[in-house]
């Protein structure tokens, strides 16, 4: 995803030397050296500083007597340099300085291992703060507490008797030092700071120049979260702008392919489906004929937890667009689910006399001829011309030599296995054809509008009826014994099961598949007579193929697999599931691996076997046992872990937010939303090059240098 200049206007409207491009040598006591070290903090203009994050705030109003401090607790502290001393041990190779503060109340012994420089940092007598944890009662102890030494000298100060900001240290800078030149700037250039959007953020929101100054030196703690809600709005209108801004463009330079169809195709598949699609499926479908008979290219993606029927939506939406005339691509993440979506439309589209293929790096396949089988040439002047068909395929579809004819929609399964660019890169195949992204990785709500605002959501929020209830049960590895017998029973009583163990992380490569391995030959003996099979990412496609064929048939009882299984297989009786080393997977993944079972009528089990069980393992997951909703299992995923684990690496569209926090800003998202679209809205309604009074700020100090200013010539 590409991020817009988060103050874009602000850029334009503040002319060449506004703090947003002002270097931070323009503040008195940055040299060379200082710029250097400043870069290191990505800090390279006076607007950069002053976006500066403090790490944490120092309420030194009051300070924590040095005996009413506990044991475990992070805490500052205060206090006079009593005594000092560096002691070295084990013939001078190692050593610990020593110093011991005193308060009035108590002493407090700060200890630096190893450090024998910090020697000379500090005086006997000195006023001293430290902050960090307390590990010991006798004597009061911190180990390599943060410290910063009271300059002497009265007056207002904005280093004590106040709040003041902790930011994330760099060598060689002192936070004293840092935040006197945070002071600085802010006084000589926050009164020239532009509001990007001037009159669009609403109250209770404080302005951006107020903001600022409270993010540095709030007069209560609270006014520090305040300032961090108005600028992390700042940035998510920032980014909404650019995704709207691109919505608008495409909407107002296409027109959308004409693919509502006729029904020719869909009436006999609806009858020949062995299920009524549910009314969530219908009610999608609906929202999809709506899309593709539009007047802009659809643009669409399709939220449905793991089973819930997705792949039957696509494939009548392909329908639509082929009653049309125009051809359909498919791209899944995997050749294994490539594969067996293919088998899935060729039993689906072949008896309609639909050409179905596919393309993957092993080359292509095109499963029935391309002579139209029901209209042998009406006129004698059609040029034979392929007919129209679906493509399934993976990432080989990308490939300069596949060039679709006609083509109309183009359907991504498993869209977070993919990049914004892929996604893209697709599209361009034809001439701007109908998008359908589909996932069941639940997206929450922030990561939704930030990763995905530029598409319409559609949302499958039932499972089909008639399927059996999931159990999931948790156990230590103690009792895989009993485990082993209960899936025995289970394969025995002609179920299947699958058995995963953790995915093969490239530095684990062999240890990993080994596992895999070993653990096949002990299944072999555990689960005997049964016959088991093997999945792994290092076999090659017709391996892979071959042992999913005996699965389906029923040769294999159990798969033992790594979690290459995750997506989208689908083998109605497979209805157990071990996981071994459970904790070791995300709960979104977890929920992911599990969506593999209970597809069919009968009651299913899924048994997440954990190394350790310790309370905090057991605690996350027990969200997982307890929960069936994948909505709900990637909101706790999101908070236990981030964004950036929740999505996985390939999602890469995650855009870097100084200030927002795509777990816990949904209200400033959605408002940010309808901000960036009363900004766009405004834009529109104005001829783009004529100056907008209330650009320019209200000192209009920017004024004179700005060269949008409408009394420049
Ligand atoms: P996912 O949404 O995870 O991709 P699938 O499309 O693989 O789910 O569907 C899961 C299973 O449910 C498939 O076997 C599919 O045939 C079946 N299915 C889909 N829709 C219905 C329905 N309306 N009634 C019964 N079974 C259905
Ligand atoms: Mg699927």
Redesign the pocket.
Known sequence: MSIPANHETARINAGQDGPETLSVTALSGVGAERQAQLARLKIHTVEDLLLHRPRRYEDRRHFRAIAALTPGESAAATGRVVAQGLKRFRRGRQSVFELILEDGTGRLHCRWWNMPFMEGAFQVGQELIVYGRLRDLKPRTMDHPETEIVEPGGGPSIHQNRVVPIYPATEGLTQRWLRALVWQALERHAPTLVDPWPGVVPPPFVGRERALRDLHFPGEPEEAEAARQRLALDEFIGLQLGIQRRRRNLQARTRGLPCGGDNRFMRPFLAA??????EA?TRVLRELRRDLSGPHPMRRLLQ???????????ACASLMALESGFGVVYMAPTEVLARQQWA?FRHWFEPLGIPVSLHTSKGSVLTIDTEPAEAPSRSGSSTARPRPGIALGTHALLEAGFNPARLGLVII?EQHKFGVTQREELVRKGRYPHLLV?T?TPIPRTLGLTLYGDLDVSV?DA?????GRVRTHIRSQASLPKVWEFVRAELAAGRQAYIVYPRLEEASLQTGLKAVLQEHAQLERALAPHAIGRLHGQQSPAEKEAVLRAFRERRLQALVATSIIEV?L?V?NATVMVIENAERFGLAQLHQLR?RIG??AADAHCILVATVLNPETRGRLGVLAENQDGFRIAEADLRLRGPGELLGQAQSGLPALRFGDLAGDLALVELARDLAARVLDREAAKPADVPQPGTVNATGRRSAASTRDPKAP
């Not at 489906?273 to 549910?278: A, E, K, N, V």
């Not at 499972?463 to 399927?467: F, G, K, T």
Request: net charge neutral.
């Open positions: 489906l062995p299920f009524r699609l549910t499926q449905g937890d793991v089973g819930s029927g997705k792949t039957v939506v696509a899935t399964d589909m069941a499958i499972l089909p009826a008639e399927r989208g689908d109605p969506g597809r069919g």
